[in-house]
């Protein structure tokens, strides 16, 4: 994974090996968002997938999901290039819609039936926007509907935050061949990324419509929730 953590071409081509150093449960993450879901939608689910590039919501949940659709939404061409080009090679393009921008500027004349954000919200700034996101996509949801909120969170103030991010740097270095010095450089840009407390994650939650709130998933610097929209 590049250091500036910008989503061009060169970091969508890498994204598969990067995300797999940078969060090393990342294919049993994408097993528990995907029985999740399985468990509270209907067969033929329309689902909205925020910060679709890179592709693997559509690859993972369209082989193993015949049935389902797609609308994938982000900000970077050269990710959703890659995402398109993995959906076709893997035959589940047809189900699948993409949209560059903004999840808060696209207008959809459908509700969804489900909706994941995954590792998404750690890269938008303010407080005020991510509350923004996360209006966007309850309403965008139909009553009741599952949704995944995967993001880097914690305080950076707390010792308990050093912990997790040391263990995050350890586990750089045992898989790769990069340097001390190489993982303290990555450090100074995760610092930089949008962290927020569990707390504030789960207050937003709550402050958009959502509920049925819970904690699924931890992994050094990053968290899960699953949740509702309300009925
Ligand atoms: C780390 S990737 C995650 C991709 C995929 N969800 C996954 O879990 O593998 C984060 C993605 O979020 C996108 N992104 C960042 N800000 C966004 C926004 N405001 N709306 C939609 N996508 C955004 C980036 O362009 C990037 O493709």
Redesign the pocket.
């Given at each position: 994974m590049k250091n500036d953590l910008e989503?061009d071409m060169e970091m969508?081509r890498e994204?598969d090996k990067g995300?797999r150093r940078a969060l090393p449960t990342?294919d049993a993450?994408?097993r528990m968002v995907q029985s999740f879901l399985r468990a509270h939608v209907k067969d033929t689910a329309n689902v909205l997938?925020?910060?679709?590039?890179?592709?693997?919501?559509f690859v993972k949940f369209g082989t193993a999901n015949p049935t389902w659709t797609f609308a994938g939404?982000?900000?970077?061409e050269a990710?959703?290039e890659v995402a398109l080009q993995k959906a076709k090679n893997e035959g589940v393009h047809e189900r699948v819609s993409i949209h560059t921008?903004?999840?808060?500027q696209m207008q959809f004349n459908e509700k969804f039936d489900g909706a994941?954000?995954?590792?998404?919200l750690h890269?938008?700034e303010t407080m005020e926007?991510k509350r923004s996101?996360l209006r966007t996509v309850k309403e965008l949801l139909q009553p009741g509907s599952p949704f995944v909120l995967?993001t880097m969170y914690g305080d950076q103030s707390k010792s308990e935050f050093d912990e997790r991010m040391n263990l995050w740097k350890s586990i750089w270095l045992d898989l790769t061949n990069l340097t001390k010095e190489d993982v303290e450089e990555m450090e100074k840009s995760v610092r930089g990324l949008s962290f927020i407390s569990a707390i504030e994650i789960e207050e937003l939650l709550e402050q958009t419509g959502f509920e049925r709130i819970a904690t699924f998933f931890s992994t050094t610097l990053f968290g899960g929730w699953i949740a509702h929209t309300s009925k």
């Open positions: 989503f969508a994204y995300i990342y993450l994408f997938i925020v910060g679709a590039g890179g592709g693997n919501e939404v982000d900000t970077s990710m959703l921008g903004k999840i808060e994941t954000c995954l590792l998404v890269f938008i926007e996101l995967v």
